[in-house]
């Protein structure tokens, strides 16, 4: 089975651009979830979607935005983006809604720098 | 407030040595907790889940225990390998979805 994969894998914006990631679960996962890694504040979840619907959310302002699509593929899309948006930005795909009887399958991330 | 604190500093063992990383938090409740390893510019691993009746868990060297009442986890790496050298996390499911709140990580450098 494939994994989790992330496009694209690098990616340099200035600051003010949007910008758009992608995502696609393994296949039969139902469940995206994103996170946002920096050195400061770690591992930060930003959003889940299951079924097309946002399960939970994350404490980030509204500039984040994601969704899903019928083939549980998902984007997040980041709008005026600042400096400090820079991150990597991690996909997780499960094949359940329950983490408590399932684990997360990672994807390798894209790299975001805002200049 | 709520934290969770894992061993900041890089801990450094000899091969063949257990490698026993802590994973400690407040003010939280968690369903489950769920530990990943993570090399560098790679997406974490999962390694190893735990629910909160359950007071530890195995899988080949690998061991997780879970004290609810102590609000600790502790993960042990019997006879390491130089492999093993990576940043490992805990992170927390603080209900029974997929949400998770992770650790800051602890870097385990294991030497020949």
């Known amino acids: 089975k494939a994994g989790v994969t992330q496009t694209p894998r690098y990616l340099i914006k200035t600051r003010g651009q949007q910008v758009t990631l992608s995502c696609s679960p393994i296949?039969?996962?139902?469940?995206v979830s994103w996170y946002q890694q920096t050195p400061g504040q770690g591992l930060q979840f930003l959003f889940e979607y299951f079924s097309e619907t946002q399960r939970n959310k994350g404490n980030f302002p509204g500039r984040f935005s994601g969704r899903q699509f019928s083939n549980s593929r998902s984007e997040m899309n980041v709008s005026t983006l600042e400096l400090g948006d820079s991150a990597l930005y991690l996909c997780?795909?499960?094949?359940?809604?329950?983490?408590?009887?399932?684990?997360?399958?990672f994807g390798p991330g894209t790299r975001l720098t805002v200049l | 407030s709520q934290k969770i604190e894992q061993n900041s500093e890089a801990l450094n063992i000899q091969e063949g040595k257990t490698a026993t990383l802590t994973c400690n938090y407040t003010?939280?409740?968690?369903?489950?907790l769920q530990w990943y390893r993570q090399d560098p510019g790679r997406g974490p691993v999962f390694l190893l889940l735990?629910?909160?009746?359950?007071k530890e868990k195995r899988k080949e060297r690998l061991k997780v225990t879970f004290d609810t009442t102590l609000k600790q986890s502790l993960f042990h790496i019997t006879a390491s390998q130089p492999a093993d050298s990576a940043t490992y996390l805990c992170?927390?499911?603080?209900?029974?979805?997929?949400?998770?709140?992770f650790g800051g990580g602890t870097r385990l450098m294991v030497k020949p």
């Open positions: 735990i629910r909160e009746n359950e």
């Open positions: 992170a927390l499911g603080l209900n029974a979805g997929n949400m998770l709140t």
């Open positions: 003010n939280y409740s968690p369903a489950y």
């Open positions: 997780a795909s499960s094949h359940r809604l329950a983490g408590l009887y399932n684990e997360q399958f």
């Open positions: 296949s039969g996962h139902r469940s």
